[in-house]
């Protein structure tokens, strides 16, 4: 019998980082030496004291159900963060503890979205933006950041999308998949055109803490008291504290979208992982030294990779002020290496040069490709020689 779906379901994209994982798996199951460079996740073990807590909980008999919302314990933890690091003010009632930042997200959309609402997001995105739109009845709005605007949209564009089914905009500050940051000053900017259209302002800040050199990572909801009422701040532990598979993220802003978000979480969820939310709470409230430790050692790897990417024939990248990607421009070594589009080369480099990277088509940015320097140097430095010597062995120069 042949099943018949949700209409829902058919507008959703494949994810095309899993596909190239499943394929890296399957190749290294062969018994293959391949190189994976699109984790998204750091390549660290959760702090000890974070496990130490999280151990005590389930020994303290902390096993069962929690509000739906999180523990007010963490909501405290969370506010206290915000007030530390943004100098933001919020109440519990204005916290939203969630199954990771993505599923929070989710059920943000869920709430705040109608059919045919519309969503601005910039290009390069992060892969599920426009999925969890399009699952929630809303329109993906997309609008491009070059990387002549350092992958950045500006406010005229921001302007010139706005419509009257205009909803919200996310922002992503750090981004995934670019590592660019907006400035305080283009985050006012943006805020005060978001007022001006009276719109939702989504906040992406899950990388926060990942920033390098001299940048500084703002909170657009820090820009005035009118951006913080219409920002809902998504963030949480997997990147800053290495908990990705914890699955602990949370939502600040409005009262209203929070009990709404809450209330859905009620009949979806249930509650967070109630280990997990022990563990956030010691996250926020432990020492932080070792938040800084790993910023540190990805701050380094940036260092020594970004010039051995930008020097391989036909690529072009920026270099990145967060995150742990590099996101080069390459349509020039698939141009001359001979392979009719980006995806197709990306293919080729995992089949042939054994090195697993993500096509920037997932990103909405085809002529990109997507490396994570969330693995060990040594992996790195073999992955981008690699690379080269596969660009190098096959550039055809009558095809200048």
């Excluded at 190749?27 to 702090?47: F, M, R, S, W």
């Excluded at 999180?70 to 963060?81: E, S």
């Excluded at 709430?111 to 910039?122: A, G, K, R, Y």
């Excluded at 992996?379 to 690699?386: G, K, N, P, T």
Aim: aromatic share 8%.
């Amino acid at each position: 019998m042949k099943p018949q779906l949700a209409n829902r379901v058919h507008t959703l994209t494949p994810s095309t980082t899993l596909a190239i994982t499943a394929k890296a798996k399957e190749l290294k199951q062969q018994g293959i030496d391949v190189i994976g460079l699109g984790a998204g996740e750091p390549d660290y073990n959760t702090p000890q004291n974070i496990l130490d807590a999280a151990l005590k909980s389930m020994n303290e008999g902390h096993t069962k159900y929690t509000p739906a919302g999180g523990l007010p314990a963490l909501k405290k933890a969370i506010i206290d963060k915000l007030q530390r690091d943004q100098g933001l003010t919020y109440e519990p009632s204005e916290i939203l503890v969630g199954i990771g930042a993505k599923h929070v997200l989710y059920t943000l959309f869920q709430v705040l979205l109608n059919e045919q609402d519309e969503v601005i997001i910039p290009i390069p995105y992060w892969v599920s933006y426009p999925e969890q739109v399009k699952l929630a009845g809303g329109v993906p709005v997309y609008i491009e950041g070059t990387a002549d605007q350092q992958y950045k949209v500006s406010t005229q564009q921001i302007q010139a999308a706005i419509t009257e089914k205009t909803r919200a905009i996310i922002l992503n500050s750090p981004s995934n998949p670019s590592g660019m940051i907006y400035s305080e000053e283009e985050l006012t900017e943006i805020a005060k055109v978001c007022k001006d259209a009276n719109i939702w302002i989504i906040s992406d800040e899950i990388y926060e803490k990942l920033i390098y050199g001299d940048a500084k990572h703002v909170s657009i909801a820090e820009t005035s008291d009118d951006a913080k009422e219409r920002t809902i701040v998504i963030n949480g532990v997997s990147k800053s504290h290495s908990m990705t598979g914890w699955r602990i993220g949370y939502a600040a802003g409005n009262k209203e979208v929070i009990k709404a978000m809450t209330d859905l979480a009620s009949h979806s969820t249930s509650n967070p992982v109630t280990t997990s939310q022990y563990a956030a709470i010691e996250a926020y409230n432990g020492p932080q030294d070792t938040v800084e430790e790993m910023r540190a050692a990805f701050e380094s790897r940036l260092e020594i990779i970004y010039p051995k990417v930008q020097a391989i024939p036909g690529f072009n990248v920026l270099k990145p002020q967060g995150a742990f990607y590099l996101l080069p421009e390459v349509s020039e070594a698939a141009r001359m290496t001979g392979y009719a589009s980006v995806d197709a080369f990306v293919d080729a480099l995992l089949t042939e040069a054994n090195v697993a990277v993500i096509p920037g088509s997932g990103f909405g940015a085809p002529s990109t490709i997507r490396l994570s320097y969330a693995t060990s140097l040594d992996l790195l430095e073999a992955a981008v020689a690699r690379i080269d010597t596969f660009v190098q062995s096959k550039w055809q120069e009558d095809l200048l």
